[in-house]
């Protein structure tokens, strides 16, 4: 059996070499994975352990592998796996196999491509390195083109920024983030240390994302070499709401809650939970609350809804000298700190600024934020402020002013910017 070939060749005596355990966790899409192993059975590196995961495939890909491929090791688990599962399946038994300090594991997906030399410049990069070591990831049809060759969390926006270009002479980029789980070298003595996969809490997206984190909490280097590549079948990825600029109520549901969505709101949430800085838990969870609304309220037939709601609830006021002398405020002493700021109408005045540490510092500018926060006075408020602005456009004109319409009129130019502004305000 293979295992008997990796214990034989796996023992601790000086001089072993490091056996790479690869795993690929599989569902399905059997020429896609006859592909993967054919790049790994050519690798020139050696000894390679190859593990498939299947996660519950229905197409005969169990079948198949044992007919063609005896020397692959099949794990199956008792339920359907997704990629976390079968990961962690699949690592727990290159735990349990490996009798080397120095052996390795190689995450692997099947709708990957590998050059013969890949696992062996990873090896080494690696041990140069002392570092969990990923290739760059090129798009299959397209290799020029690079789509991760190192990520970053900015955890002060929640973003993920990641780096597409390379620069002439640029080998090694240490220092990432977080690592793919496509093609990334990990040493089992890290794994020994920081843990699993968490399959549990991330049964599939975020999951490997988490993984690495992890390791870098634990104080392990994270790096990608720019000697070796991965071919990725971009197309095959899973849901992501980004792909469309509108969606139907059902399309936006599966974005937010489907297991195979990028966009999971749960995989999100747990993942600040357990890898964002404490401090900045409670401002990044509702930041995705305010995220996932805005994607459904904005991306769906809601946005009829969701817009004018948005903008009755939120953004901007009008401010008036009466609401100033109402409040106890003075409003040419607030103008004079930057918290007002003139309008066109004498009297009338707009918030300069957001709402900052300037509400709280006084019980009166409260009340005057609340005053003018009432959704009940907003409407009248605009359609005044309509109104005069299109009174003021036609005096500039010097044109005879007939009757106001109502507020179905095309507005101002003026009122168009103030609009998108107060847009943009209520934007995530």
Same mark, same amino acid.
């Given at each position: 059996?293979?295992?008997?070939?990796?214990?034989?060749?796996?023992?601790?005596?000086?001089?072993?070499?490091?056996?790479?355990?690869?795993?690929?966790?599989?569902?399905?899409?059997?020429?896609?994975?006859?592909?993967?192993?054919?790049? +790994?059975?050519?690798?020139?590196?050696?000894?390679?352990?190859?593990?498939?995961?299947?996660?519950?495939?229905?197409?005969?890909?169990?079948?198949?592998?044992?007919?063609?491929?005896?020397?692959?090791?099949?794990?199956?688990?008792?339920?359907?796996?997704?990629?976390?599962?079968?990961?962690?399946?699949?690592?727990?038994?290159?735990?349990?196999?490996?009798?080397?300090?120095?052996?390795?594991?190689?995450?692997?997906?099947?709708?990957?491509?590998?050059?013969?030399?890949?696992?062996?410049? +990873?090896?080494?990069?690696?041990?140069?390195?002392?570092?969990?070591?990923?290739?760059?990831?090129?798009?299959?049809?397209?290799?020029?083109?690079?789509?991760?060759?190192?990520?970053?969390?900015?955890?002060?926006?929640?973003?993920?920024?990641?780096?597409?270009?390379?620069?002439?002479?640029?080998?090694?980029?240490?220092?990432?983030? +977080?690592?793919?789980?496509?093609?990334?070298?990990?040493? +089992?003595?890290?794994?020994?240390?920081?843990?699993?996969?968490?399959?549990?809490?991330?049964?599939?997206?975020?999951?490997?994302?988490?993984?690495?984190?992890?390791?870098?909490?634990?104080?392990?280097?994270?790096?990608?070499?720019?000697?070796?590549?991965?071919?990725?079948?971009?197309?095959?990825?899973?849901?992501?709401?980004?792909?469309?600029?509108?969606?139907?109520?059902?399309?936006?549901?599966?974005?937010?809650?489907?297991?195979?969505?990028?966009?999971?709101?749960?995989?999100?949430?747990?993942?600040?939970?357990?890898?964002?800085?404490?401090?900045?838990?409670?401002?990044?969870?509702?930041?995705?609350?305010?995220?996932?609304?805005?994607?459904?309220?904005?991306?769906?037939?809601?946005?009829?809804?969701?817009?004018?709601?948005?903008?009755?609830?939120?953004?901007?006021?009008?401010?008036?000298?009466?609401?100033?002398?109402?409040?106890?405020?003075?409003?040419?002493?607030?103008?004079?700190?930057?918290?007002?700021?003139?309008?066109?109408?004498?009297?009338?005045?707009?918030?300069?600024?957001?709402?900052?540490?300037?509400?709280?510092?006084?019980?009166?500018?409260?009340?005057?934020?609340?005053?003018?926060?009432?959704?009940?006075?907003?409407?009248?408020?605009?359609?005044?402020?309509?109104?005069?602005?299109?009174?003021?456009?036609?005096?500039?004109?010097?044109?005879?002013?007939?009757?106001?319409?109502?507020?179905?009129?095309?507005?101002?130019?003026?009122?168009?910017?103030?609009?998108?502004?107060?847009?943009?305000?209520?934007?995530?």
């Amino acid at each position: 059996m293979l295992s008997d070939y990796v214990n034989r060749n796996s023992s601790s005596m000086p001089g072993t070499p490091t056996t790479v355990f690869t795993v690929i966790p599989v569902f399905n899409r059997i020429a896609f994975t006859k592909e993967c192993l054919n790049c +790994l059975r050519s690798q020139t590196y050696s000894p390679l352990c190859l593990i498939v995961v299947d996660g519950g495939s229905t197409d005969g890909t169990r079948e198949y592998l044992q007919q063609h491929y005896p020397d692959v090791v099949i794990l199956q688990g008792k339920e359907e796996l997704w990629w976390g599962g079968a990961m962690q399946l699949g690592i727990e038994y290159c735990l349990r196999q490996s009798c080397n300090e120095n052996d390795m594991l190689l995450m692997m997906n099947n709708d990957t491509l590998i050059e013969e030399n890949y696992v062996e410049t +990873l090896v080494r990069v690696s041990q140069k390195q002392n570092a969990a070591v990923g290739g760059v990831i090129v798009d299959s049809r397209d290799p020029s083109r690079i789509l991760d060759a190192g990520e970053f969390v900015d955890w002060k926006t929640y973003s993920f920024p990641v780096k597409t270009a390379i620069e002439p002479g640029e080998t090694f980029l240490e220092g990432v983030d +977080l690592l793919s789980g496509r093609g990334t070298l990990v040493p +089992l003595s890290m794994i020994r240390q920081a843990g699993n996969v968490n399959a549990d809490r991330f049964p599939h997206y975020i999951s490997d994302c988490e993984f690495f984190a992890r390791l870098k909490r634990y104080g392990f280097h994270l790096g990608v070499t720019y000697e070796a590549t991965v071919r990725s079948y971009v197309e095959e990825t899973g849901l992501f709401a980004g792909e469309a600029s509108k969606l139907t109520l059902r399309q936006a549901w599966k974005a937010l809650f489907s297991i195979r969505s990028m966009d999971n709101m749960r995989n999100h949430w747990r993942f600040i939970e357990d890898c964002a800085p404490a401090s900045l838990r409670g401002t990044l969870k509702r930041l995705l609350v305010r995220r996932s609304a805005y994607l459904v309220m904005s991306r769906t037939k809601l946005r009829h809804v969701g817009f004018p709601l948005a903008w009755f609830i939120g953004g901007s006021y009008y401010v008036t000298k009466t609401d100033c002398v109402a409040c106890q405020c003075n409003a040419d002493e607030l103008v004079a700190a930057g918290i007002l700021k003139p309008w066109n109408r004498a009297d009338w005045y707009i918030f300069a600024t957001e709402r900052q540490d300037w509400v709280s510092e006084r019980r009166e500018l409260r009340w005057l934020y609340r005053r003018a926060w009432n959704p009940c006075t907003k409407v009248t408020r605009w359609i005044k402020a309509k109104v005069y602005s299109e009174n003021s456009s036609y005096r500039e004109q010097g044109a005879i002013l007939p009757a106001p319409q109502g507020v179905g009129n095309v507005p101002s130019n003026r009122e168009s910017v103030n609009t998108a502004q107060r847009t943009q305000n209520i934007l995530p």
